[in-house]
């Protein structure tokens, strides 16, 4: 899910999120990204981005001891089923329930971290915006 954006001769990577990605994570309200200088080996967790929206099944979550049947984690897991989301059904005060989603951002190739998106510890929105523009991690 992350889209790591390389040009041809170029010797560094811009990495953000693809568009499916960005609809799955809802609004984010946490970012850990990796600091300047950072050395990463390919397939490695660089950054966590947390976002949360409603269910998808509108907001009525399952209370616990109700009869599940046997694919109730799929139900859950649904399009989050690939290797680096995790998704957990919570219950946010006057917001009811929601369903936090987080997403691990793998490093494409073995790096160095030459500059993290500052920017996006102040405008999370940004993350939801294309990695060429101002959505890069």
């Not at 990204?33 to 979550?61: I, W």
Request: proline letters at 4%; aromatic letters at 6%.
């Amino acid at each position: 899910e992350e889209e790591p954006e390389h040009r041809e001769g170029a010797d560094h990577f811009e990495v953000g999120l693809t568009d499916h990605a960005q609809e799955l994570l809802g609004e984010v309200f946490w970012l850990d990204l990796p600091a300047d200088g950072a050395v990463f080996r390919r397939n490695q967790v660089m950054a966590v981005v947390e976002g949360m929206k409603l269910p998808l099944d509108g907001g009525e979550m399952e209370e616990e001891g109700d009869d599940e049947d046997e694919d109730s984690d799929e139900v859950v897991a649904g399009p989050y089923m690939g290797r680096g989301w995790t998704v957990q059904d919570v219950t946010v005060g006057r917001l009811g329930n929601m369903r936090q989603v987080v997403r691990e951002v793998f490093a494409p190739a073995d790096c160095v971290v030459v500059e993290s998106n500052a920017r996006l510890k102040i405008d999370r929105e940004l993350v939801n915006t294309a990695a060429e523009s101002a959505g890069w991690l």
